[in-house]
């Protein structure tokens, strides 16, 4: 069974800094990989798909990259904000979606 | 597009009751629906998926009978807790899928149920 982990759980930044996400999968057999954030008690928001023949993708001031022969993607951020303070999650699809237990950033004005 | 909407967003219920959270499509057809428990702190677990007209598939160690799903058109999804206990409190969310593959899913906003 697929196993997700991300790392660290909780990250607390400087407004300003650029910081790094991490996500690890046991089952390199994926279709693709899906960063969400979520907000407390809110439902899941969407920030970027990578397909499995993929390496990156990037919006605004977000850029995830995917290595499926080594398990992992992360998620970096730049010049991070207090907006974007919430946990992130990464999905891993493959027969389904499997999550992560999530990081949760904060963001320090 | 792609919209997916839950009600309600919230539910207090008194243990051995039963609770209802409908999961709607808004402006697409959802083929394939599917349910997700996240307990605080936690992943979110796939509980269920239901196509439309047909039974649902659950996973392993999700009860079918507690937890009743019904996805009788093409964008209404319904999850009924029956005899909701204080350990069956959580968040749950839903997604749905226009049958393009399980890489494509829209989620709802989820619904917070707490068991008293």
């Known amino acids: 069974k697929q196993e997700v982990t991300q790392i660290p759980a909780a990250l607390s930044v400087p407004e300003g800094e650029n910081l790094v996400l991490n996500c690890s999968f046991t089952?390199?057999?994926?279709?693709?990989l899906q960063w969400f954030r979520q907000d407390p008690g809110k439902g899941l928001t969407s920030l970027l798909l990578?397909?499995?023949?993929?390496r990156e993708q990037t919006s605004g001031r977000l850029n995830a990259s995917l290595d499926k022969s080594s398990g992992r993607s992360t998620l970096y951020i730049a010049a991070s904000q207090p907006g974007d303070s919430a946990t992130y999650l990464c999905?891993?699809?493959?027969?389904?979606?499997?999550f992560g237990t999530g990081t949760s950033l904060t963001v320090i004005p | 597009g792609a919209v997916v909407s839950q009600h309600p967003s919230w539910v207090i219920c008194k243990s051995g009751t039963s609770v209802k959270i409908e999961c709607r499509s808004l402006?697409?057809?959802?083929?394939?629906m599917f349910w997700y428990r996240q307990f605080p702190k936690q992943s979110l677990m796939l509980m269920a998926t239901?196509?439309?007209?047909?039974?649902?598939?659950?996973e392993q160690g999700v009860e079918k009978d507690k937890f009743l799903i019904n996805h009788a058109s093409l964008t209404l999804s319904t999850l009924t807790v029956t005899s909701a206990h204080p350990e069956d409190s959580s968040f749950y969310i839903c997604?749905?899928?226009?049958?393009?593959?399980?890489?494509?899913?829209?989620f709802g906003p989820g619904t917070r149920l707490t068991v008293l």
């Open positions: 402006d697409f057809q959802a083929t394939t």
């Open positions: 999905a891993v699809i493959g027969n389904q979606f499997y």
């Open positions: 089952d390199s057999a994926i279709y693709n």
């Open positions: 997604s749905a899928s226009s049958g393009e593959g399980t890489d494509t899913q829209y």
């Open positions: 990578i397909q499995s023949s993929q």
């Open positions: 239901s196509n439309e007209g047909s039974k649902a598939t659950y």
